[in-house]
């Protein structure tokens, strides 16, 4: 089945860590995305890939990296400079990005990150 | 200031009517504008898409409007049914220079049986 897979589904983090989430797709699309989002919020952009080895930021980048090394891969780091780091991380893939917003996005099911 | 507002406050209605939620957006002028479910815990599926020519877009029992005098785009489930419950978020490109989707903060739909 096609589709994009986010690993694990909950993680625990110390504080001071570096902590890694896992996003992968097997749609063959060239752009990927990963937002967050708090309780009763709506999804926040951190990063998001056009094509391989390529990445921008979005609003709020500080105290995350991403790497695009493989098409079907975006990892995402959270950094211990990431103030409040607790919440759910959702990545996503669409066909190319696009500039007109006329693309649909396939998410994954999220990982929700904890802080202990 | 840009942003996109839905209602934050839940939705509920009985099971049959019709439920309509509304997406407004203030200093865009976005070409398309998306729609999505999101159930609790998992992540957002996509619904329907409209383009900023079209006044109406129809998908089985839903149905999508998109005022771009009013920046209001209002989102319809017709006959709802207790598995409609969802949040429904909608979503923009919010300028051409970022290639991707600005997310509302979605509204909480709750049919009651």
């Known amino acids: 089945d096609g589709g994009i897979t986010q690993s694990p589904k909950y993680l625990f983090r110390k504080e001071g860590q570096n902590v890694t989430l896992s996003c992968e797709q097997n749609?063959?699309?060239?752009?990927m995305y990963w937002y967050r989002q708090d309780p009763g919020q709506g999804l926040r952009l951190i990063y998001y890939?056009?094509?391989?080895?390529?990445?921008q930021k979005g609003d709020i980048a500080e105290g995350y990296s991403v790497s695009r090394e493989k098409k079907e891969s975006f990892p995402l780091t959270v950094t211990s400079a990431q103030k409040n780091p607790t919440a759910f991380y959702l990545c996503?893939?669409?066909?190319?990005?696009?500039?007109?917003?006329?693309?649909?996005?396939?998410f994954g099911q999220g990982t929700r990150l904890t802080v202990v | 200031s840009q942003k996109i507002e839905q209602n934050s406050e839940a939705l509920n209605i009985q099971e049959g009517k019709t439920a309509t939620l509304t997406c407004n957006y203030t200093n865009y002028s976005p070409a398309y504008l998306q729609w999505y479910r999101q159930d609790p815990g998992r992540g957002p599926v996509f619904l329907l898409l409209i383009r900023e020519n079209e006044k109406e877009k129809r998908k089985e029992r839903l149905k999508v409007t998109f005022d771009t005098t009013l920046k209001q785009s209002l989102f319809h489930i017709t006959a709802s049914q207790p598995a409609d419950s969802a949040t429904y978020l909608c979503a923009l490109n919010r300028d051409t220079g970022r290639r991707a989707l600005t997310f509302g903060s979605g509204t909480r739909l709750q049919v009651q049986p």
């Open positions: 749609l063959n699309h060239d752009a």
């Open positions: 890939s056009q094509i391989v080895n390529d990445f």
């Open positions: 996503a893939s669409s066909i190319v990005a696009s500039s007109q917003g006329n693309t649909e996005a396939f």
